[in-house]
């Protein structure tokens, strides 16, 4: 009651914000003569004079007036239309970063050009986001003719397009493209192995054209590039003849030699699950893979060039030594199946990472399997709230205004029409059986054509559209149908779906984003005429003239039999969508009418109003045939709609929740990734990393601060000696030194493993040593990357089960994938400390040699990739190869930088390594996500 008064008296928000921007569309409409005077030149001139004022710090929002004035003569000039003043209007809340909802017809990719122009005198570059390539091509080529004079360049991102094409397209002050390929270009940027391999800049400014369908409507699934894991099928087959013919050594080797009962190849840990080579183990490995033809005579398994065997190596040992069948897995219909070690259950599509799982098929000898992997993924919801500003356009976004607020942070401003609607909404009819519905629709269809009305018929499935189709063909009435899959041919016909007489049938999406002109559209077929250049001058100018004179006489004629007619054949569970298809009628004061047409058979009305509507229905005792037109009816529908529209709401924002974890995540080891890509040398890393391996294997025998009696000096030499290539005598330092303490072992150990790092740069040179230890941490980065997503895609689909044992599933997600991601973060570590510290080199060409099989090793993840989202197999979308996918790939300054997470922000501000972590832990910076630097 209060709020209803005080808004009598001031006004709704939306009202003082429109009227607030009405008076700066006032100063630009006195600038409007001053403006008209300039010569083409100087209105260029203009640009270059506002991007000077930009570079000397004044800001976009003071230099507005003169902009949006600038580019509505250059419009006028250009295009032969002038933004009207609500058009004006419009593109300031685009500017604020808000949300414009603007009536179909009221002219949207004009009202772009207003904040698009000013934006991009920034230099930073702009994003223009459409939901099709056929939008993005046309209104890139239809705008780009007033950007070019305004001295602006545009880029149009496509699918498909060559990485060259793809740099130049971002390199422009505008690009113009889909949402999916946005999204894929970021991911894609985040896996490659050079900097100038990237396409994408800095995220700066985005204008989402139609923002409903891509914020809401496709943010239940996340964009994914998968790819199948490297192919080493052969490999894993020819290794498992390896293990049979090596022997276990049983007891181990003491430093004075006793120990060992009887001489082996490998020994094994059973409780840690490893599995080691001795040194004779070694020689006899390298000297039957020597035969096999697969080391070259006399090279050992620690030379770079033969990294990936090492690991093939270990995962065969480690199948035939330490995996049973019958106890770790069975055998089931050819496949190898887990058994959990716990419970004794079989988990059937669970699979072993590293290679293990493939090491197991080989030994039982059933198909090897390679598996398909998620490389890289992201939502659009946090892919478009990395943007430092994010604004978007529809028709209708009111009825989801709450969900743009709370989750993207952006207001929806209800833009007025430039001229009153008169577009008259019918009561829905309600019959009791789909074919009486049908029924109607073709009475009411039938009336129109004879009355020379244009009808477009929406349908909520291609099924109800093709028999409906049919239903017309029978009735002998001439049509067309559009089911939203050839975007250029349906832009075509929609456009001519104004003619009298025209019946269009089109799914709820198609043809979007293209006006229905009363009378037909004119002005395509003048465009084929002026590009004719066969025909002169004079004739050119009498066609168009005529052309339109006959547009002029067809548009009233239509505009007497009252506009374009909207029928609904059913309610779809979102009210947005119903006020879609209504809204493509009425555009611009045109007369116009729609009516839905129901049957208690709908999902919607039999879900939430059936029974009540039956009975009533049964109770009138209503014939065959008859409809209910209630305005109760209707509102019930609507307040159906609106429990569907909170229930999916409810699903994003969990999927969200869920999906911020790894968000969060993602942008560390994104940042990370750009900082080692971009870094000259990381000599810094790769040494503190190695000072903390080695802390850490000295602390496990020789804990801090204690005193002899506690120590494992035979366990510390051997695991220093198998693992990291040390051989020292510890022993004897003890025996010879009384005093010595556990903190001068591990500097003796630190300064071995230091001298043996050393003598390997030395060896090489710095700047090819650095070159490998990028290609090795990278490629780890990756790997590594690729198996933490698969934990947390295994994490996640079973962690709903935690609310059985009275615990909150979020929380416990939180918590399980905080601790897998500082697991991560140490296997980061121990292993590109581990190649490091194992590489055996003679030369810098050996050592380049490796650098790039490693690299190719990481590129090979992009063979045969996989782009998957639901719309996005439709638009006939490549699945890349690697030229193309590796290739797809430019010269970003700070992509997957940090960023904060609460709606559309800047970058994340450096973080000191002693300050809490902005992930949420509420640990130190440099004990949680600055691990890694």
């Not at 003569?73 to 250009?78: G, L, Q, W």
């Not at 006020?579 to 493509?584: E, I």
């Not at 569907?644 to 924002?653: G, M």
Request: with cysteine; aromatic share 6%.
């Amino acid at each position: 009651m209060t709020t209803g008064f005080l808004q009598k008296i001031f006004g709704s928000r939306n009202q003082r914000l429109v009227k607030q921007y009405q008076k700066t569309v006032t100063t630009i409409n006195a600038l409007e003569t001053q403006i008209e005077k300039l010569t083409d030149d100087q209105l260029r001139g203009k640009t270059d004079e506002f991007r000077q004022r930009v570079a000397a710090g004044e800001s976009l929002d003071k230099l507005l007036p003169e902009a949006f004035a600038v580019c509505r003569e250059a419009s006028r000039r250009v295009l032969k239309m002038r933004h009207f003043d609500v058009q004006m209007i419009g593109g300031m809340v685009l500017h604020y970063g808000k949300i414009a909802e603007m009536r179909t017809g009221e002219g949207k990719t004009l009202v772009a050009t207003l904040p698009v122009y000013l934006n991009a005198l920034a230099g930073r570059g702009v994003h223009v986001v459409t939901v099709n390539d056929y939008l993005a091509q046309r209104d890139a080529e239809w705008m780009a003719r007033l950007y070019n004079f305004l001295g602006l360049s545009v880029g149009i991102n496509l699918s498909g397009m060559e990485h060259d094409q793809k740099q130049q397209a971002y390199a422009a002050d505008i690009t113009y493209g889909t949402n999916n390929e946005f999204g894929f270009d970021y991911l894609r940027d985040n896996m490659v192995y050079e900097t100038d391999a990237r396409v994408q800049r800095a995220l700066n400014f985005a204008v989402v054209d139609e923002v409903d369908s891509i914020l809401i409507d496709e943010a239940r699934t996340p964009l994914i590039i998968s790819g199948q894991a490297e192919d080493h099928t052969e490999l894993y087959v020819r290794m498992n003849a390896l293990p049979p013919l090596l022997e276990r050594q049983i007891g181990e080797e003491k430093a004075d030699g006793t120990g060992v009962e009887k001489p082996g190849d490998y020994t094994l840990d059973e409780k840690a699950r490893q599995v080691f080579l001795t040194e004779s183990g070694h020689e006899k490995a390298e000297r039957l893979l020597a035969e096999w033809g697969l080391i070259g005579e006399g090279e050992s398994l620690y030379a770079p060039q033969n990294i990936t065997l090492m690991h093939h190596v270990y995962a065969a040992l480690r199948a035939h030594t330490l995996f049973h069948k019958d106890q770790h897995y069975v055998v089931q219909n050819g496949e190898v199946v887990i058994v959990d070690e716990f419970t004794g259950r079989l988990m059937a599509g669970r699979r072993w990472s590293d290679g293990l799982h493939q090491a197991v098929e080989a030994k039982e000898h059933v198909k090897i399997q390679s598996e398909n992997q998620t490389l890289a993924s992201i939502t659009f919801q946090n892919y478009f709230r990395m943007y430092a500003k994010l604004a978007g356009m529809t028709g209708t976004a009111d009825t989801e205004a709450y969900e743009f607020n709370e989750i993207y942070g952006l207001e929806t401003v209800v833009i007025p029409t430039n001229r009153p609607p008169k577009r008259i909404d019918k009561q829905d009819q309600i019959y009791k059986t789909a074919k009486e519905r049908y029924d109607a629709v073709i009475r009411d269809i039938r009336d129109c054509y004879e009355r020379g009305q244009p009808v477009l018929v929406g349908t909520t499935s291609i099924e109800n559209s093709e028999l409906l189709s049919h239903l017309l063909k029978q009735a002998g009435l001439p049509h067309e149908v559009l089911n939203a899959k050839q975007h250029e041919r349906e832009a075509a016909i929609v456009a001519e779906a104004g003619r009298p007489k025209r019946v269009t049938i089109a799914t709820n999406m198609a043809g979007r984003g293209t006006d229905i002109v009363l009378g037909g559209n004119a002005e395509k077929q003048a465009a084929f005429i002026e590009a004719d250049e066969a025909i002169p001058a004079d004739e050119k100018a009498r066609r168009i003239q005529q052309l339109h004179d006959e547009w002029e006489t067809l548009h009233e004629q239509v505009k007497a039999a009252g506009g374009l007619h909207i029928i609904g054949t059913e309610r779809h569970e979102s009210r947005r969508i119903d006020n879609q298809l209504r809204g493509r009628a009425g555009r611009q004061g045109d007369p116009g009418s729609s009516r839905f047409y129901l049957s208690l058979d709908d999902p919607l009305l039999r879900i939430f109003a059936g029974d009540r509507v039956r009975s009533i229905m049964d109770r009138l005792k209503m014939p065959e045939g008859e409809a209910i037109e209630a305005g109760i009816v209707t509102r019930s529908i609507e307040s159906a709609q609106r429990k569907v529209e909170a229930r999916n709401f409810d699903i994003r924002k969990q999927l969200l929740e869920y999906d911020d974890v790894s968000n969060d995540q993602r942008k560390v080891i994104y940042q990370q990734r750009n900082e080692l890509l971009e870094a000259h040398d990381i000599t810094e890393t790769i040494t503190a990393m190695r000072h903390g391996v080695i802390t850490e294997v000295v602390r496990q025998f020789v804990p801090e601060g204690s005193i002899e009696e506690q120590w494992d000096v035979p366990e510390l030499e051997e695991a220093l000696r198998n693992d990291w290539q040390l051989d020292l005598a510890i022993q004897e330092m003890v025996n010879e030194s009384s005093s010595i303490t556990a903190e001068e072992i591990l500097d003796a150990v630190m300064t071995a493993a230091d001298e043996q790092y050393e003598s390997k740069v030395a060896m090489v040179g710095r700047e090819s040593f650095s070159a490998f230890e990028r290609s090795v941490m990278l490629q780890t980065v990756d790997r590594l990357w690729r198996e933490h997503l698969a934990a947390l895609d295994h994490l996640r689909q079973g962690i709903h089960l935690r609310g059985y044992a009275q615990k909150n599933p979020k929380q416990e997600y939180k918590r399980e994938a905080f601790e897998l991601f500082a697991a991560m973060l140490e296997a980061i570590k121990q292993e590109v400390t581990r190649v490091v510290m194992n590489v055996q080199i003679q030369s810098p060409e050996q050592l380049e040699e490796a650098a790039e099989q490693i690299e190719e090793r990481g590129a090979g993840h992009l063979e045969n990739v996989e782009y998957q989202h639901a719309d996005y197999a439709e638009s006939g979308a490549p699945v890349a190869n690697v030229a193309a996918a590796a290739a797809a790939t430019a010269t970003a300054d700070m992509v997957g930088s940090a960023m904060t997470h609460s709606g559309p922000g800047g970058e994340m501000p450096k973080v000191g390594r002693n300050d809490p972590c902005p992930c949420g832990s509420g640990k130190k910076y440099k004990q949680c996500h600055g691990k890694l630097s």
